[in-house]
């Protein structure tokens, strides 16, 4: 059974710009999770989606978004990127009503400079 | 608000020996989840263990083991026979289903390097 999926893996990207990273979630899942581990800050709770809709929202800006498709891969954009958004972003996904078994992604590192 | 708090930054041990990550955590629900993740260098994030708050026995995954002190809100992890293999950081983590949140909150780590 193939995992949770990321892409790209790495990214540079500069103050200002807009990113989009994508998440592929294992098969049978309808739940994704996004976190951001960034250096000295650990791992914060970013979004959750289930079904397309957004079910919950981590203490992030606005300009933090996604979205989940039909197909239930979702996709993460950060607008505006400032200095301080680099870190990995980790994926994770699970069934419905069984949020407590998460499988997590490889992650994307985005470093903005 | 709840709090996870892993009070060791680094630690080391000895290939085939035995070692214990401590982790306390801050909550006032009394059912709740707990986890123990592993992130390799490699940072792919694997579940090493997870302990349901209502369930008195500590859980145990083959050479992985916790012990759950529910009212000292303790929950460390004990891994013997260490392999090199072990080497990684590993968080601690809570989740309250309550309200189904699907938010795990994580404690800032603990590094463990495994030596030969």
């Known amino acids: 059974e193939a995992g949770v999926t990321q892409s790209p893996t790495h990214l540079i990207k500069t103050r200002g710009q807009q990113v989009t990273l994508r998440c592929s979630p294992i098969?049978?899942?309808?739940?994704v999770y996004w976190y951001q581990q960034a250096l000295g800050l650990g791992l914060q709770f970013l979004l959750w989606y289930d079904e397309g809709e957004e079910r919950n929202r981590g203490n992030f800006p606005p300009r933090f978004s996604g979205r989940q498709f039909p197909n239930y891969s979702s996709e993460l954009n950060v607008n505006a990127l400032e200095l301080e958004d680099s870190a990995l972003y980790l994926c994770a996904s699970s069934l419905w009503l069984r949020n407590y078994e998460q499988y997590f992604g490889p992650g994307t590192r985005l470093t903005v400079t | 608000a709840q709090t996870v708090t892993q009070s060791q930054p680094e630690m080391s041990v000895q290939e085939a020996e035995t070692v214990t990550l401590s982790c306390t955590y801050d909550t006032s629900e009394s059912n709740y989840y707990l986890f123990w993740y592993k992130q390799p260098p490699s940072r792919q994030m694997i579940l090493v263990i997870r302990?349901?708050?209502?369930?008195?026995q500590n859980a145990t995954e083959n050479r992985f083991s916790v012990n759950f002190q529910k009212a000292a809100k303790s929950f460390s992890l004990k891994i013997s026979d260490s392999q090199l293999g072990d080497t990684a950081m590993y968080f601690c983590a809570f989740m309250r289903p309550i309200g189904n949140t699907g938010k795990l909150i994580f404690g800032q780590g603990t590094t463990l390097q495994v030596k030969p």
């Open positions: 302990q349901e708050a209502y369930k008195q």
């Open positions: 098969s049978g899942h309808t739940s």
